[in-house]
């Protein structure tokens, strides 16, 4: 039997590229693993390849899924039904720190029925709690399990608690798995805890610190009356990187020669107590004014529309004043989050200048000045002989210049869509998307064109069941808000019932 062979034959209904049968070869049997593949280059097939195999081979019964809160849930919703067969019999449940009925559901019957793959997937922000941390072990203790830690950067620090609890919970598992786009955001001292988790000492060092002593270089420093001890540098990193292969598989998007041209990922926010109340209210407000009306025009909706859709951004901007942020949204934290795994250039695509402000401010404080540039209504043209720094002459010459220091552009689909060639930017964040379609396709090519470097990968921003949630939708059926915007429909947009049409 071939390795493809065996792969379907574990219930994996898709086709795997080469460069994720390579790694299923080199890492089925492999009590700790760590799969360092890009973004876009298929991690979540990759490990779920290896929990079909041990499940078939009877190793275990059961995965845990542990992944941060923008993504955890694309495993239930995409890649487990995706990638595993419906014949081979199998359970999934989402523990989650707000538990609607459906997930209450799910937990309360997964023990139920015979024997099948049971699959429990966790926010990464939950398993801090004594009661998720119980039910998480008391998950593990009644069969040998497959842990999986998704975008392990989330346990990079030693000190954080959720590092402790999760290497804690891993000691449970009978199969450990990491994966990371970029395991070494920071520093390649990030690495410490996340093989920690995978098996202690697995480095062949005691503790961090040791570590540390081996890899940083270290300098005395005092501040006022205190003195103390910082890392200034690192050394012995091919050491280090030899040590880390031999029990990890590293892929690069430009190394998959066979990766499709455009990828396509979601990554879902879910609103904050405060957020999510402004949207009922709003939601609610709207469905009065526009049921009281006899005949309900677009513009009347899509201006509900676009209240619904600051709130979901964290902001409002009120009638007549200035924006108003909302608290408890955490969009902007998740946008960092995959920033800092982005290895090269990025695009950030936001609607409104509120959220372009913040994002800017906010990548400039974490990567530096210089790192990143503004493409809106109110950055300058600039001169093409003398292109002055931060204009928009000036940010595309940067951008695409390899060796500039500029790796991200924060831009507005209406200013930036025409016109630009950003070739260098291989992922592409739609922080929040335009209703025109004609604007999402306009400003998709601006990377993916003549030129492009590689595969480019997009990433959407979305929180469910919302107006975003549906614009997108909407946006991925490739129809118009306009076509949309009809009496028959505006209750679907505002989610007040379901929708026939549109593609899920």
């Given at each position: 039997m071939t390795t493809r062979e065996l792969i379907k034959a574990c219930g994996i209904v898709t086709d795997p590229r080469e460069h994720q049968v390579a790694c299923f070869d080199m890492s089925r049997e492999r009590e700790s693993f760590a799969i360092f593949s890009e973004q876009g280059t298929g991690k979540s097939l990759m490990a779920l390849m290896t929990a079909a195999y041990l499940y078939r081979e009877r190793k275990i019964g059961r995965v845990l899924i542990v992944a941060p809160r923008g993504c955890y849930r694309v495993f239930v919703d995409d890649e487990i039904p995706k990638?595993?067969?419906?014949?081979?019999?199998?359970?999934?449940?989402?523990?989650?720190?707000?538990?609607?009925?459906?997930?209450?559901?799910?937990?309360?019957?997964?023990?139920?029925?015979?024997?099948?793959?049971?699959?429990?997937?966790?926010?990464?922000?939950?398993?801090?709690?004594?009661?998720?941390?119980?039910?998480?072990?008391?998950f593990m203790k009644r069969q040998p399990t497959l842990m999986i830690v998704d975008e392990s950067t989330t346990i990079k620090s030693p000190t954080a608690k959720r590092t402790k609890v999760l290497i804690n919970i891993g000691k449970y598992a009978a199969f450990r798995r990491i994966c990371s786009g970029n395991p070494t955001p920071q520093s390649p001292l990030d690495l410490y805890s996340q093989t920690e988790f995978l098996k202690k000492n697995l480095l062949g060092y005691g503790n961090y610190f040791a570590f540390r002593n081996r890899f940083a270089v270290m300098a005395e420093r005092r501040f006022g009356n205190r003195s103390f001890r910082q890392v200034v540098g690192f050394r012995d990193l091919e050491a280090l990187k030899a040590a880390v292969s031999r029990f990890s598989f590293i892929v690069k998007k430009c190394d998959c020669l066979d990766l499709p041209p455009k990828i396509y990922q979601v990554r879902d926010i879910e609103m904050g107590e405060e957020q999510a109340k402004y949207y009922e209210k709003m939601a609610n407000e709207a469905f009065i004014q526009l049921s009281a009306t006899a005949q309900v025009t677009a513009t009347m909706v899509l201006t509900q529309l676009v209240k619904l859709h600051q709130i979901t951004c964290g902001f409002l901007s009120p009638d007549g004043g200035p924006e108003v942020d909302i608290p408890g949204c955490t969009r902007l934290e998740e946008l960092m989050e995959i920033l800092e795994q982005c290895e090269g250039k990025a695009i950030v695509w936001s609607t409104y200048r509120h959220n372009i402000r913040q994002i800017f401010s906010a990548i400039e404080e974490k990567f530096g000045k210089g790192t990143v540039g503004h493409y809106y209504g109110d950055t300058k043209v600039g001169r093409a002989e003398d292109p002055e720094e931060g204009t928009r002459i000036w940010l595309t010459k940067s951008f695409q210049n390899p060796d500039s220091k500029l790796r991200f552009i924060v831009a507005n689909q209406a200013s930036g869509r025409f016109g630009n060639t950003w070739t260098l930017g291989t992922t592409v964040i739609y922080y929040s998307n335009s209703y025109n379609l004609e604007f999402r396709d306009q400003s998709e090519d601006r990377s993916h064109r003549i030129g492009t470097v590689g595969p480019v990968t997009y990433i959407d921003l979305r929180t469910r069941g919302t107006v975003d949630d549906k614009i997108l939708k909407i946006l991925k059926a490739k129809k118009t808000l306009s076509e949309e915007l009809v009496q028959s429909n505006w209750r679907w947009i505002l989610g007040l019932e379901e929708n026939r049409d549109v593609a899920n």
């Open positions: 990638h595993l067969s419906p014949l081979i019999p199998h359970k999934v449940a989402v523990w989650s720190s707000y538990q609607t009925k459906e997930i209450k559901k799910q937990l309360e019957t997964l023990e139920s029925g015979g024997e099948m793959l049971r699959v429990l997937v966790v926010n990464v922000e939950a398993c801090i709690t004594e009661r998720a941390a119980n039910f998480i072990v008391d």
